[in-house]
């Protein structure tokens, strides 16, 4: 049974341990599948198993209240089971986003790809410990992308209502392919503009964390061509806000709150709506330093502070978290549509406060 969606309830708390139930059932069902192939492939469904055992559950979230919205039952296991797909296709998406970006560690572990180097290390095999993680880490990615669908499809729901599904379901999972390459072109073209990043965040983020997975609830309620407009309304500008709130964090969080070292999008290289603002507002010199520290791997905790400090003194800051406020507020006003449930009115817009708070 799902959690009262009562109102002291948080809008995450009424869905994420019905997903949680859900992803370990199909999870152990499958794992012994695949044992079955071979015992040797523990250590792969280990690492699986790391990465959805983490997460904020977000997509799933606006699934279930895009079906709710859309008058959906509150206590259908069906949406449950559909929602939680979307946690493959996200553990998917981050694990190859690792092997793009080289990151050492996601959700403060080791990122799924080291995780994989250091066993290819620990027993001493043959060949590169570096090109092996990253090679079982891409097919693992797959593998969870496989498992995404599978378990859409064996969801409950009557194949024409999945197939009413299907619209945003796949069209979510194209746009988040083609936003990761708009993301890791724009790191070698170096463009830094506003509007190279907000098509990034509009695909990368928006549709696939907020709108599409809306719009997924509502197709499953049967109401998806009433509602799409209005979770797009709410969804675009929400999506981007959030992913602003993660870029700002990426620089300046707490790495016990995002578990990542300190400035690591720093030393990542990614060309933020952060990295395009403060570009915009320096003079040529500091903007060539900038550029020139921006992307490298060994970045000293000197060069951070300053990169923090020009971003701030810039003025770029404030520029970013005034954004995320009208961003949020535009999302806000999206919900006053007399289309949209009542009962889910209040829970979409406290999601707004949530994704965008400065400490997700």
Sequence with gaps: MLPSSSSSASPVSVIRSGVDRELSGFSAAHRAQVLGIGEELAPAMD?????????????????????????????????VRAAASLEFLQACALVHDD?????????????????????????????????????????IGDLCLVWSDEMYQASGFPAEVLRDGRLP??????????????????????????????????????????ERPLH??????????????????????????????D????????????????????????????????????????????RSLLGEPDLPVESVEWMRSLIEDSGALAVCEELIGEYADEAVAALESPALDADAREPLRRLVVAATSRSH
Aim: glycine letters at 12%.
């Design 47 to 79: 690492a699986l198993e790391a990465m959805l055992s983490g997460g904020k559950r977000l997509r799933p979230t606006f699934c279930y209240w895009g079906w709710r919205g859309a008058g959906g039952a509150a206590d259908d296991e069906r949406v």
């Design 216 to 245: 997924l609830g509502a197709a499953l309620a049967g109401r998806h061509e009433e509602l799409a407009g209005v979770y797009t309304a709410y969804g675009i500008p929400l999506g981007i806000a959030f992913q602003l709130r």
């Design 169 to 210: 379901f796949d069209a979510m999972r194209t746009e988040v392919m083609a936003g990761q390459y708009l993301d890791t072109l724009e790191q070698v073209r170096g463009t830094a503009t506003r509007e190279a990043a907000l098509r990034v965040m509009r695909y990368k983020s928006a549709k696939y964390t907020v």
């Design 99 to 139: 092997v793009i970006d080289n990151s050492d560690t996601r959700r403060g572990m080791p990122a799924t790809h080291k995780r994989l180097a250091k066993l290819h290390a620990d027993h001493g095999w043959s060949g590169d410990s570096e090109t092996f993680g990253m090679g079982a880490a891409i097919l």
């Design 247 to 290: 870029d700002v964090l990426g620089v300046f969080g707490d790495p016990s709150t995002t578990g990542k070292p300190a400035g690591d999008d720093l030393r990542e290289g990614k060309r933020t709506l952060v990295v395009a603002e403060t570009l915009a507002r320096v003079d040529a010199a500091d903007a060539e330093r900038f």
